[in-house]
């Protein structure tokens, strides 16, 4: 029988590898997050039952403390408290929190191949979608082929499956 350490170390494991998969997909917010959010929960409660460890000895940690500390010092004097705490929390410590979870769960070489594993399928799955979407399909998709018109969506994507993209020939085009 499975421990509660083991099991709880792979559910996290697996979610975190869920969370970083769906990273460049638009439109899978839901999922992205509750997966995001198991995964804490979880890493939280193995903390508490000492079922994992927590990595806070990294090369960056000062960096990070000094970082946080600065943004939470900057909130007293911004101009939108309101934004600006909302921002510090969603986007800051969200962030920050990943950072601590993935180098305390990929913490071997064998769990540091399955993020690196994840993360290259996950772009190649979405560059190759993405291009096909935007040079093959007869119907081009509103929402991943429409970047002359929406400039936001090149920051929701990619680097690699952007540049494909723009660099694609538009087929409903008017030839000259």
Same mark, same amino acid.
């Given at each position: 029988m499975i421990?509660?350490?083991t099991?709880?170390?792979?559910?996290?494991?697996?979610l975190? !590898?869920? +969370? /970083? &998969? %769906?990273n460049p @997909?638009?439109?899978v917010?839901?999922?992205?997050a509750? !997966?995001? +959010? /198991? &995964? %804490?929960?979880? @890493?939280?409660?193995?903390?508490v039952?000492?079922?994992?460890?927590?990595?806070?000895?990294?090369?960056f940690?000062w960096?990070?403390?000094?970082?946080?500390g600065?943004?939470c010092?900057s909130?007293?004097?911004s101009?939108?408290?309101?934004?600006?705490?909302?921002d510090?929390?969603?986007?800051l410590?969200?962030?920050?929190?990943?950072?601590?979870m993935?180098v305390?769960?990929?913490?071997?070489?064998?769990?540091?191949?399955?993020?690196?594993?994840?993360?290259?399928?996950s772009?190649?799955?979405?560059?190759?979608?993405?291009?096909?979407?935007?040079?093959?399909?007869?119907?081009?998709?509103?929402?991943?082929?429409?970047?002359?018109?929406?400039?936001?969506?090149?920051?929701?994507m990619?680097?690699?499956s952007?540049?494909?993209?723009?660099?694609a020939?538009?087929?409903n085009?008017?030839?000259?």
């Open positions: 421990s509660w350490n099991w709880g170390n792979r559910a996290v494991l697996a975190a !590898a869920l +969370y /970083l &998969a %769906l @997909f638009p439109h917010t839901a999922i992205e509750g !997966a995001f +959010y /198991l &995964a %804490l929960f979880l @890493f939280l409660v193995l903390l039952t000492r079922g994992a460890g927590f990595a806070y000895r990294t090369p940690t960096i990070l403390v000094l970082y946080v600065w943004s010092a909130i007293f004097w101009q939108d408290r309101t934004a600006s705490l909302h510090f929390f969603t986007h410590l969200n962030y920050v929190i990943l950072f601590l993935l305390s769960i990929f913490s071997t070489e064998k769990r540091l191949t399955i993020l690196v594993r994840t993360i290259v399928i772009t190649a799955v979405f560059s190759v979608a993405t291009a096909w979407c935007c040079t093959c399909s007869a119907e081009r998709p509103v929402i991943i082929c429409r970047l002359p018109e929406s400039s936001e969506m090149i920051w929701e990619d680097t690699t952007a540049m494909i993209a723009r660099l020939p538009d087929r085009a008017e030839i000259s």
